[in-house]
Structure formats: C-alpha cells, structure tokens
C-alpha cells in the first residue's frame, strides 16, 4: 500500500521510520510488521533509547514460547548482540496459534527475567521448616540430596509417596515418563481448581474433555462466563473471536460479570452463578420445538436409540417417536423456568435462544473455568451447553465446536516405561469415582484424617498456599515433617508455598527452558518450541553448551535437564531407572538433552520433510521458526474415528452415571441446584461471591514479578452493585466484611453496575504477601503477620502495602501504588463435588461492616471449622460410592498417569 500524504511529511520530519527502506530482498516496500525469518539472526533496528540519535543495534531473533498461561503463544526474543541478553520479547509470526500476536502477559516476560528479586541459586533451608532460614547450595548438592531422599522412599516398595504436584504445565509427556521411570503412581495437578468440572460434563458426551471452538468461522459464539478469553487461551481465542464477529458472527456472553468480553457482547446474560443449565435446557427445548434440530447428525452420531430402549422400551424405537419423548422429558424447561432461575428478563432468554436455534452447524460454543467450576453441580454447564451442539449438529464443523485433541499433537517419546504398579488413593479416593483429575484441594483434609502422607513432594510451578482455597490448612501440612517429609519447590520466584519448603530450586521463566506445546486453539493443530534462548544464541554463536543453566541468569535452570540428571543419580545401578535415560543414538550413553528434542520432532508429520526443503534437520526447523503447523484443520474427524465412548456414539444417555450410583443425571438435566442457589442463601446480608475471574494482566502467581502488569492492576476490590451497596449502606471505597463458612476477610468496596444484584465479585490474583523473613515479588505484595491465636484459628494482618526499594533496576523506586489487595482464597472452604471432584468457588457469603479493631487486608480462618466443613461435603461422595464390577472409575474414561489396569478394580487394590 502506498503512504499517504500526512505519512510522507511524517517520514521527511523523521516523526516515524523510514516506510520506503529495503524490505531485504533488495526492493523498497511497505513497512513490515514483522522482519523476515532470513534476517533474524542479523536483524538490525534502531535504538528507541537513543532516539532522536540514530543508533543502529544488531540483534539475533531467537523463536521461544510464552510461559505466562497454558496457551503458549509464539514470542520472538530479541537477544542484542553486544551485550549477549535479551531485550525485549515480540510475538513470533510462525506460530499458527498466536500468529505473531500476544496479551499483554507475553511481552512482560521481558519483566520476570530481569526481576531484581530473582531465585538465581539453588536454596537449602536453615532452621524450622517455614521460618524463612535459606542458604545458598550447588546444584551438585541438591541433586544428591535429593536423589538420596527418593531412593530411600523408592526401596521401601512404596510407589505412592513420592508426588509431583504441577502447577503450570506443559511440556507433553514428559513428567509422566519421569514418574513411570521411578515406577510412582505420583502424579498430581491442580486441575480440580480449575478445569475438572467442565471436563466431566465434555467426558460423559465423548470421553475428550475440552472443547475447541472454531471462533472464526461461526455464526454464533456463545461463551459461558468469559474467563477463558480474558484469561485463558487470552490471545490465541480473542483475536479469532473479532475475526468471527468482522464477519458477523453474534457474540453471547453468559457471565454474571461485565467482563471486556461480555462488554463486546450484542447480548449479555448476566444469569445466576450456577443456573446456566436452566438457560442452556431451554434453549435446547426451543431448538427441538422448532426443529432446529441437525436430524442427520442426531440420528447417526448420538446414542438415543439406548435411551430410548432403557427408559421407553414399550415405544417403538424410532428417531420421530424420541424427539417427541425428549420434548416431553424437557417440558419444565420453558422461558419463563429459566428466566426465573437465572434472574434475567424472560425476553432475554428468547431473544438470544432464537440466535442460538437459528444458528444451525455454525454454533461456536465454549466454556472452562468459571461457570464450570462454581458451583455444586457445576460439571452439569458443560454437559448441558455440549446438548446445543449436539441438537444444531455443530460439533466438529466448520465454525462448530470441536474435541481439543482433535487438535492436539501427542509426542511419540524415545522410550516408554512400564505403567505405575499401584493407585495413589491420596490423589484418586476411591469415594469420588468420577473425579475427573486429582482431588489436590483436598489433600491437606486427607493427610490431616491419616489416608497417607508423603516422604518426597515436588511442587512444580505451584502455589498451593495462595491460589488454592484453605491456604492455612496447606501451611498446617507443608510444616508437619510427619505429613511431608521433604518438599522440594521448583519455581521462578519466590512464593507463598516456596516459603514452606525444605528446597527452593529456580527454574526458567519462558525464554530460559526447553518444553514442547500443542494446544487446541483453533480448528489446526500444530507443534511448537519453547526453547532456552541464550542457549541457541550460544549454539548461533558456535558455543556448544551441555546444561542449560550455563547460560541462564545465575544458576536458573530448567525441569528437563534436572529431571534426566535426578533420575540418573536416584538409580545405584539396581533399580532399573537409567535404563529409561538412555540416548536413543548413542548406545549404553545418557541421553542429551537435544536428543530428547530431536528424537520427538523427527516424529512430528510432516515436520522433517519441511526442514529438509529448508536445508535443515526437525530441530534444526524448531530451533529456528519455534513452530510447525501438522494440520491446517481437523474438521468432522468422527467420520472416520468414530466416537471413543461404550456406546460409540455421542452419549445422550450415559449408563456410566446410572451405574456408578447418579441414575437422576443419565440424561442432560439440571437436577442438582448449587449451593449458592437463591434458595440456599436466606438470610438478609447473604451473598454470593464470584471469586474466581481472572484480571486479563495477571496470571495466578508468576506476574507479581512483572513490573509493567502490576502498574496496570494491583488491586480486588468488592464489586458491588449499587443497589446493594444502598441496602447496606457502603459507597465506594469503604471496607467491607465478608464472612465465609470457615472466617472472614474485610476489602474495600468497588459499586458497580458491572455485577448482578445479589452476587459480589473479587478477583482471582491480587493479595499476594510475603512475611517479613520472606522475600521477592515486592511490586504485587503486602507485608502481612501470621498469628496463631488458638483452637485452630489463624490470624493474618497486613503490616505494610506496597513500598518503593532501590535496586539496579530504577524502577523499583519509582513504585506509586501502595494497596496490595486482599487474599480472599485463604478464606475459602473446599468444597468438592461429588461427582466431577472439582472444587466449588462460588462462597456462600455475610456482608457486614468490619467491627472496631478491623481492618483493610485483616483475614481470619478457623482451620477446625474448615476440617470440619470438608467431612461434610467429603461425605455426599461417601454417601454414593458405587463400584460396579468393583471398578473405581469407568474404566472407558481418562485418568492422567494412569497405572496398571488391574489396579482400576478396587478388590485388588494392594
Ligand atoms: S495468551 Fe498471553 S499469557 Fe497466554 S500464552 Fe499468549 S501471550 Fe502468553
């Protein structure tokens, strides 16, 4: 495109670059947005410091992957030459994911590694697990300590008390391999605050639990609660979201919460936290009414024919006779039920319900978190908005919704150890059979009631302490040796669970690691690279580098590289380990870990014959681009595999449900109200609080080290809607109590008409604090005490806000803001379903006004009353516990790590 007028004045006057310079093929073009992948290990730009001097700085382009939330967008790291480091981070145009863009959160990289307050070292304990005592140690000393530890618990014969707890995953395959090599069933996420909710109600459908949405090609996008595209898969899905909506797709946001995806929205729900079901069953009624419906996909593609065998075998067994069935099986869901569940204006739900029926198979649907995660019963969201899909025929279509792994790349490993020889009841309790993943929230309650306890426990990337709810009960184990007898913190900052620990080990942040990412986010699937990028510096350079931590900041170093040389060190020679460690190449040798790599993208298809045209190896492919598209799309991949469920279709009619003891959820209802349901919530000053949407700056416990996000947002006020602030008489600003089944925390109040009446809402991320013997993390955190004033009660109070502090960056003190917020997740009770074993994040709430003594930041927990609260949910699981044929789970569904077969029936459990 030619420049304009005002362009060419603005060039001559040097106001902006140069729109006329060579383009690197010897013409002259338009400016680039991105310099071409032949220049980036010569790339020169001009220094924006030294402006309006033209200095010219030479820099190498290294591809890696951002680490700040699951996504793994592509970010290019600019390393300068002359000084050997990077600069800055920009998105890399290869990745077919994130496409060059990024979130806010993927430049601020740039933030973490520079951190003043970095871990650079490996960290030993001094003194009293807990009491903040570290001294400094090599890596030599942590690997054979450690190693000696897990020896030791391995040769007892245990196989279910060394764990590793993951936080932020993502490097594909690898940690399970690690933990099959060691022989442990000690796998643990922290998937049950997350994600497991509406991973159970995907699973019951099609066995794959996460959907992926075709947002660019739809014609309805319909996104229950927008956690997920202001927090999660941020950027790869928001950016094909406007693309559907400059192409005229409606956008429907369900969300109690005006959040910038619902303020986007042309129609906003603000439902009730936890009716979604009601609404979505509505809708589905409108679709048959009108028969909306895709007959063929129906017809072919779900099992209503066993429905219709088991509940109406008198009637004959015909497509036409079910619809007619199923329209009387969803008689009570009418406009009017669903309005008066989710406290919305009946036009509303018709309104939207006719965007959605006519939509037809370009209905692009999806929820994750939020929603799913809320409430009792939770699991039933995702259950019940999958049914719209399966009615409109949308599922797996162009501009449909999809299964994730349809789009998912699963490495093919160099060597595959033997499944765990044994069940891990602290991480799947026999009483929840359907848990989708580990019921992690309520470890602490099961160690404290003697299930078992742990000799070696890693936590990788995870803050229990802070993000988890019960925070004190996580402290009360982390300093009990009898409960955890080494534990071990693999984290690229200081945080509140680090603190408990016996080692705290740096690993990289996104520019300072090896893993591989996959991820569904969009309708292709493809493969990239998050590499060390001072190591491929080093190698562009013809440095040869054997460990990563050589060229990292310090002694930072990476999992991959730690986990082959603990292995390594953990075997004396009789236990079979090293032989899991090999190099594939090199006979009888350890393996490096560019053969790891290189082994795996040699695998990827299609990947080698790229490279080759390139004149390279995979790696070599990987190293340079950061990315590989497999598929260009995975459309309808049913037709030729078939569904993976018993009945090998999509299952409307679950017989796993009737027969693992919940026969009133064999068919998509909306038979279990929350327990924030308006009807549970009977006294005047009883609320419910949202508290678990994501601030769009911020990730769970790594950003409070970046700079840049922090200035943007430091604070969680209680939103509140004004006609409830009037009720109970606050205005902005003013402090609040808000009392929680197990204690209390006072914030201040935000009045918004940004929230539903009834419902306060506080965010995920703010309230970080260290104690005053504790360190890093000084933009986002506040200087708390921590008092154990008896019969189970702690007390936290906030001894300073945020204060400004001179270091080498000078920005540190220039810090203005002050409040850190407040950390509600401690206050919270866990309170797992039943059935999904997802924790519930919707609190059932008291609003008061703090009393004389009480103040901002101030938190108490009764740790009794929290013990106390989970037998009584724990219970409802134990109430139902059913085994057919003595399984302890379906075994046609996943389980991560899963060991071997015959410990799936519970009589032969060791
Ligand atoms: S969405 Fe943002 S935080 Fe997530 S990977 Fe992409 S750039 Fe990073």
Known sequence: ???????????????????????????????????????????????????????????????????????????????????????????????????????????????????????????????????????????????????????ASLKTGAVDRVVYHVGRPGHEGFMNRVLRAWGVDGHNSHTNICSAGARTGYALWHKFDRPSPDHTNAKVILLTSSHLETGHYFNPHAQRILEGMMDGAKLIVIDPRLSNTAAMADHWLPTWPGSEPALFLAWAKMILERGLYDREFMETQVNWDDWMKAVHPDEACEFERFIELLIEEYAEYTPEFAAEECRIPVEQVIEAGEVVAGSGSRLCTHVWRSAAIGNLGGWQVSRTLHFLNVLTGSVGT????????????????????????????????????????????????????????????????????WTFPDGFSWMEMLQNEESVGCHIALTPTWNETAFFADYVL???????????????????????????????????????????????????????????????????????????????????????????????????????????????????????????????????????????????????????????????????????????????????????????????????????????????????????????????????????????????????????????PGVVGCSHHIGRWRRSQDAGNRFLTNTVSIEDTGNGKMRMRTVSGIEPWKSDDPDTNRIWWRDGGVHQNITHAVQPDPISGAHCWLQKVRLSRPSEGEEYGDIEVDREKSFEYYKRWNKWAKDRETHPRGERRPLWMKRPLAPRKEHFIIGERD
């Open 1 to 151: 495109m030619a420049k304009t007028f005002i362009e060419g004045i603005a060039q001559k006057l040097r106001i902006i670059q140069n729109l006329d310079r060579e383009d690197g093929s010897g013409n002259y073009g338009p400016l680039r947005k991105y310099p071409a992948s032949e220049e980036w290990n010569e790339h020169i730009e001009l220094d924006a410091n030294a402006w309006p001097e033209r200095v010219e700085r030479k820099y190498s382009l290294v591809p890696t992957t951002c680490f700040n939330c699951e996504s793994a967008c592509g970010l290019l790291a600019y390393v300068d030459k002359e000084t050997g480091q990077v600069s800055k981070f920009e998105g890399n145009p290869h990745h077919p994911g994130s496409r060059g863009r990024n979130c806010a959160k993927g430049p601020a990289t740039i933030n973490q590694i520079q951190d003043t307050e970095r871990i650079m070292h490996p960290m030993r304990r001094v003194g009293a697990r807990g009491n903040g005592g570290w001294e400094r140690i090599s890596w030599d000393e942590a690997l054979d300590e450690i190693s000696a530890k897990i020896r």
């Open 398 to 465: 162009v501009g449909g919704t999809a299964p994730n792994s349809w789009s998912k790349f699963k490495p093919e490993l160099f060597d595959e150890p033997p499944d765990p020889d044994g069940w891990n009841e602290l991480h799947f309790p026999p009483e929840y059979t359907l848990a989708h993943y580990e019921m992690s929230h309520i470890l602490p309650h099961m160690i404290k009631e003697g299930r078992g306890s742990m000799d070696v426990y890693f936590t990788r990337v995870f803050n229990p302490v």
């Open 506 to 756: 740096p690993m990289g942040h996104a520019s300072e690691r090896h893993d591989v990412n996959s991820y569904a986010t969009s309708s292709g699937k493809w493969v990239a690279f998050r590499q060390p990028v001072l190591r491929e510096y080093a190698r562009r350079e013809g440095r040869e580098v054997e460990f990563t931590h050589e060229v990292n900041p310090g002694e930072v170093w990476e999992e991959d590289e730690f986990w082959n040389e603990l292995s390594w060190r953990i075997d004396d020679g009789t236990m079979g380990i090293r032989q899991h460690f090999m190099s594939p190449y090199r006979e009888g040798e350890k393996i490096t870990i560019d053969e790891y790599y290189q082994y795996l993208f040699e695998r990827v298809p299609g990947l080698p014959d790229a490279a080759a045209a390139e004149g390279t190896d995979a790696l070599g492919y990987m190293r340079k681009h950061g990315a590989f598209l497999i598929e260009e799309s995975t459309y309808k991949k049913y037709e030729k595999d078939g569904w993976p469920t018993p009945s090998g279709k999509q299952e409307f009619y679950s017989e796993t449900m009737i027969e693992f003891g919940h026969p009133e959820h064999s068919i998509p209802h909306y038979r279990q109200k929350s327990h924030v349901h308006p009807d549970n919530l009977t006294g005047e000053d009883e609320y419910c609080l949202l508290p678990n949407f994501r601030l769009p700056q911020h990730i769970h416990s790594r950003s409070a080290n970046a700079k840049w996000l922090v200035e943007i947002a430091h604070r969680n006020p209680i939103w509140i809607h004004p006609k409830d602030a009037r009720r109970l008489g606050v205005a902005e600003g003013d402090l609040l109590k808000i009392e929680t089944e197990i204690g209390w925390f006072v914030d201040k109040v935000w009045v918004t008409e940004g929230i539903k």
